[in-house]
């Protein structure tokens, strides 16, 4: 038996799925809004970790190598945290950048906290002086300005 054909309009399907334009429409969202969030590099301002000159900038010798470099940080500058999750930079020490290499040396720019007392200045400028490993300390310079070392 013949179903009856009856001149009812068939139903309009008005899903994004039945317009087959919904993928380049998503995609063309994601663009819009990505390009949105996009901003020029100019607009970003960085604030420099120590902004003029250093407290501190200690000079490694020639020979020294990372591992040692790396253990005068850890045990001089600082010192193991009590409950042994990393080390604890000495209390007049406000911030540790390690620098790149000039004219051969190693070295590091060290700033201090604003509260820090002359006694602990002393105190972090003594222990670098003390170890093997550093052949030179240099008090209230800015570390772009070193030209020589020697």
């Not at 969202?29 to 996009?38: F, I, K, Q, Y």
């Not at 604030?47 to 250093?54: E, Q």
């Not at 972090?124 to 052949?135: C, E, F, G, M, T």
Request: net charge positive; proline share 7%.
């Amino acid at each position: 038996m013949k179903t009856p054909k009856y001149k009812i309009a068939k139903k309009i399907r008005f899903t994004l799925n039945g317009l087959r334009i919904w993928k380049p429409m998503v995609l063309m969202l994601m663009l819009v809004l990505s390009a949105m969030n996009c901003r020029p590099v100019t607009e970003d301002k960085m604030t420099p970790l120590m902004p003029g000159a250093a407290n501190l900038v200690i000079i490694y010798k020639k020979g020294a190598t990372n591992e040692q470099i790396e253990n005068f940080q850890n045990n001089v500058l600082a010192h193991p945290r009590p409950d042994g999750r990393g080390s604890e930079l000495l209390p007049a020490i406000g911030v540790q950048i390690k620098l790149g290499e000039k004219s051969g040396y190693d070295s590091t720019a060290i700033g201090y906290h604003s509260y820090a007392t002359p006694e602990e200045r002393k105190e972090v400028k003594r222990a670098a002086l003390s170890s093997q490993i550093v052949y030179k300390v240099l008090e209230d310079v800015d570390p772009s300005q070193i030209k020589r070392i020697e």
